[in-house]
């Protein structure tokens, strides 16, 4: 499985980006996916997680109310709605693909395949 993850770039506080997140050489539709980020300087943190229909969505206290996850299985792709976004979130945005499961999950070690990150620099 390749994921390429797109639509980062350059935004002022408060503003907003979508995050895709494209997978091929393998339906996504049995498995979860999730979004992780690593700012310069720390440690990859957990942003958000979705489930295999899209149902269940799990979110880091930081970006919840702010950040949406969403999938279309039709077309094999992850999003990331980010809106209010603020100078924290200056991030590369990784996507990730749980292939043993299809329930979402914070945990780091639970996804197989990742992708190779899209660079948001929020400024102030």
């Known amino acids: 499985v390749q994921l390429q993850a797109s639509g980062g770039g350059d935004v002022q506080a408060g503003g907003s980006l979508r995050l895709s997140c494209a997978a091929s050489?393998?339906?996504?539709?049995?498995?979860?996916m999730g979004w992780f980020r690593q700012a310069p300087g720390k440690e990859r943190e957990f942003v958000a997680a979705i489930g295999s229909s899209g149902s269940s969505t799990y979110y880091a206290e930081s970006v919840k109310g702010r950040f949406t996850i969403s999938r279309d299985n039709t077309k094999n792709t992850l999003y990331l709605q980010m809106n209010s976004l603020t100078p924290e979130d200056t991030a590369v945005y990784l996507c990730?693909?749980?292939?043993?499961?299809?329930?979402?999950?914070?945990?780091?070690?639970?996804?197989?395949?990742w992708g190779q990150g899209t660079e948001v620099t929020v400024s102030s």
């Open positions: 990730a693909l749980r292939s043993r499961a299809i329930r979402p999950t914070l945990r780091e070690r639970e996804y197989d395949y």
């Open positions: 050489g393998r339906s996504f539709v049995n498995y979860a």
